[in-house]
């Protein structure tokens, strides 16, 4: 299986931007609310109509605007779990289960009952035994997440689409929620887009990651890629990255100057002029002795305290009482200097992230 995705679409103003490819896996698209995630799926399901572009899903073209091809959603072999699942309140949970089931349309007879066996399957599959005469109303939040899933698998999707699928959930639900949903769709055959503002939760169940921000997407990079290698400024700061700072090339080719702290890094990577930014992860930078390169001289301003680890606030003493502040990490209970108090910290050249706007 696989799905490409090419949209444009104007709301005003805001513009949709999406172009990505996914095979068969997990692809994240994560960003912050209003970015685009969800009308990006909207479109791959059909409910939104792009004003130009291609998606494509497993060699089916589900839409085209050149060639005029607009496929309705049910005829897109796409499940969408909506953020409140959006189950028909006035049917029990086989009953909504066996909507969305697919079966063979070999005459008219038996067709009710063909539904109802292939939603007992479900039921069966997704432990939901014993809730099949439930309405939506006197379920769980969990078991109403699984009679949606359950609807969804029934109607054998080529691609399923997850809209923040825990956004509705108590923090304390959802660990063993996304647990359970993991087990569920851990056999499915074809492509999964998770849409996510949560870096942690993407980490823990996609194989590459999709940044979109105000309506553009950037290109899908592997999970470890897009923790520890982010190309552009809105990957880099939705990664995690603390220290994000303007650049420019510096004297050497394998060399960045950052003005606000008034130092030259090397790096290794060649510099190219759409590098204008530079990032440090505040776990990559450490306490150093003299003659290690990528020196730093700096001031702690702060000093926090965490269970497990310690964030020192710096203000980097070469670029002046104004600079841009630095934030280092490392281990609780490692000897630290106090506020006040002066520390050379380094960056190793491979741990100095060249990024883009």
């Known amino acids: 299986m696989s799905l490409s995705v090419s949209v444009k679409k104007d709301y005003g103003n805001f513009r949709l931007d999406a172009c990505f490819e996914a095979g068969n896996e997990a692809l994240a698209l994560l960003g912050a609310s209003g970015c685009g995630k969800s009308l990006t ?46 189950l028909f309140p006035n049917m029990t949970a086989l009953q909504n289960i ?22 007992m399957e479900y039921i069966e599959r997704l432990h939901l035994e014993g809730l099949e005469r439930k309405y939506p109303s006197q379920l769980s ?40 949903l993991a087990d569920t769709l851990s056999g499915f ?29 950037d290109p899908p990079v592997s999970v470890p890629e897009f923790l520890g290698a982010p190309r552009t400024l809105r990957a880099a700061r939705l990664c995690g ?15 960045v100057f950052v003005p606000a702290w008034g130092v030259r890094l090397a790096c290794t990577e060649l510099v190219g002029e759409e590098a204008t930014f530079a990032g440090i992860h505040a776990h990559r930078l ?19 305290e965490d269970l497990d680890r310690t964030t020192l606030v ?24 106090g506020a006040g108090e002066r520390i050379t910290v380094s960056v190793a050249p491979e741990d100095v992230l060249l990024l883009r706007r």
């Open 41 to 86: 799926l909207r479109c791959v399901a059909g409910i939104e109509h792009p004003d130009e572009g291609r998606i494509v899903l497993d060699g089916r073209v589900l839409f085209d605007s050149h060639a005029g091809i607009d496929l309705p959603p049910q005829q897109r072999r796409v499940g969408y779990l909506f953020q409140q699942y959006a």
């Open 241 to 255: 990255c603390r220290n994000l700072v303007p650049a420019e090339r510096g004297g050497r080719p394998h060399e």
């Open 141 to 180: 939040g969990g078991q109403q997440q699984r009679v949606a899933l359950a609807r969804i698998l029934a109607s054998e999707p080529e691609a399923i689409l997850l809209d923040e699928p825990f956004s509705a959930l108590d923090s304390y639900l959802k660990w063993q929620l996304e647990l359970e």
């Open 314 to 337: 710096l203000q980097p003493e070469g670029g002046g009482p104004n600079a841009a502040l630095l934030r280092m990490e490392t281990d609780a209970g490692v000897p630290l200097p």
């Open 286 to 304: 450490h306490s150093t002795e003299e003659g290690d390169g990528n020196r730093i001289p700096c001031l702690v301003a702060r000093v926090l």
């Open 189 to 217: 055959p074809g492509t999964l887009l998770w849409v996510s503002h949560d870096r942690s939760e993407v980490v823990r169940n996609c194989s590459r990651v999709c940044v979109m921000e105000n309506g553009e997407a």
């Open 98 to 119: 066996a909507i969305g089931a697919r079966v063979p349309r070999e005459g008219t007879g038996g067709t009710g009952k063909k539904r109802r066996d292939a939603a």
